[in-house]
């Protein structure tokens, strides 16, 4: 399974980073993608990288303020989000599913994801 974490209420101008670890699965054999969700609009992929952690694809917004990163040797996939804006504010969640190591994931297709963590919700706001 995946434990997210991380998600807190962030003044403007300041940096979160919200973690997901894997819990009995080996995250090095996995893609994973982060997702995002506020009320009355359809979940939408963030970010996404490949199981060696070498491919990475984002959503055209966070580009340049978001990263994505695993470190295998701990097991967890990590976004690093860089003075997030208001946009930015929601229900956060990781994704994964097991992929040869180098193939780019999608990232607007939830659906090829096997593995859901929990939700952890990002706020905004000074």
């Known amino acids: 399974q995946l434990v997210v974490s991380g998600g807190a209420l962030v003044q403007p101008g300041r940096s979160l980073r919200l973690s997901c670890a894997g819990s009995?699965?080996?995250?090095?054999?996995?893609?994973i993608a982060w997702f995002r969700q506020t009320p009355g609009k359809e979940r939408e992929g963030v970010s996404c990288?490949?199981?060696?952690?070498?491919?990475?694809k984002y959503k055209d917004s966070v580009k340049g303020r978001f990263t994505i990163a695993k470190d295998n040797a701990k097991n967890t996939l990590h976004l690093h989000m860089n003075a997030p804006n208001p946009t930015a504010v929601a229900l956060y969640f990781c994704?994964?599913?097991?992929?040869?190591?180098?193939?780019?994931?999608?990232?607007?297709?939830?659906?090829?994801?096997?593995?859901w963590g929990q939700g952890t919700q990002v706020i905004v706001s000074s």
């Open positions: 009995g699965i080996s995250l090095g054999y996995y893609a």
């Open positions: 994704a994964a599913y097991p992929s040869v190591p180098t193939m780019s994931p999608p990232l607007v297709d939830e659906g090829a994801y096997d593995f």
């Open positions: 990288i490949s199981a060696s952690g070498t491919n990475t």
